[in-house]
């Protein structure tokens, strides 16, 4: 037996479990506002006097919450400490981005506005139980056979050769144009910039 460490190679998240209230306080968020279909229902194996429902976020994962028709939604704020969790960041396209502050304010829920983040917009708001949300929305589309994290670590490194404080725009362009003369191929002997005007 090897003393050697090895890892344990993560592939994505599975799912994300909360403690909820009662249930239709989670149907009427996760569905009624974020409209994440309600895939699943079942007891909480691991405590029958609680139901656990789960949530499709849009990309098939999974998140889930358990209820209790004891429970009921308290808004406070969900402690934020050490090793607590900060927020949950969902992603929404930049279509939906741009409706959220009008459909929070219509049902009356406080909300940061939107937050330029440089390579995404952001708003943050609680949900009925207290829970710091942000919904995201990434400023590019990586280029085909890519990731927005391969977009995110070149966007990194450009920033950092040229001192800049935090990712932008032109990182970002920077970053996506490397990537395609990386991964695809051209008949050019030459692929810089040019000005045939």
């Not at 029958?48 to 976020?57: C, I, K, R, T």
């Not at 992603?91 to 983040?117: C, I, K």
Request: aromatic share 8%.
């Amino acid at each position: 037996m090897s003393n050697e460490f090895r890892k344990i190679q993560t592939q994505g998240v599975h799912h994300i479990t909360i403690i909820g209230a009662d249930r239709q306080t989670s149907i009427d968020f996760w569905e009624g506002v974020l409209g994440m279909p309600f895939v699943f229902d079942q007891p909480n194996l691991d405590n029958p006097e609680e139901g656990h429902l789960y949530f499709d976020p849009g990309d098939g994962r999974l998140i889930t919450i358990f209820t209790n028709e004891a429970r009921k939604p308290d808004p406070q704020p969900v402690p934020e400490a050490t090793g607590s969790l900060h927020h949950l960041a969902l992603n929404v396209s930049q279509a939906t981005f741009w409706q959220v502050a009008e459909r929070l304010d219509a049902r009356g829920v406080p909300h940061s506005g939107p937050v330029d983040r440089g390579f995404m917009d952001s708003i943050y708001f609680r949900d009925p139980l207290g829970l710091r949300l942000e919904l995201a929305s990434y400023r590019f589309e990586p280029p085909e056979g890519c990731r927005h994290a391969d977009v995110m670590i070149e966007a990194h490194r450009i920033r950092v050769a040229r001192g800049a404080n935090n990712i932008d725009k032109e990182h970002l362009a920077d970053a996506i144009e490397l990537l395609v003369e990386k991964r695809q191929q051209s008949l050019s002997l030459s692929r810089s910039a040019k000005n045939p005007y």
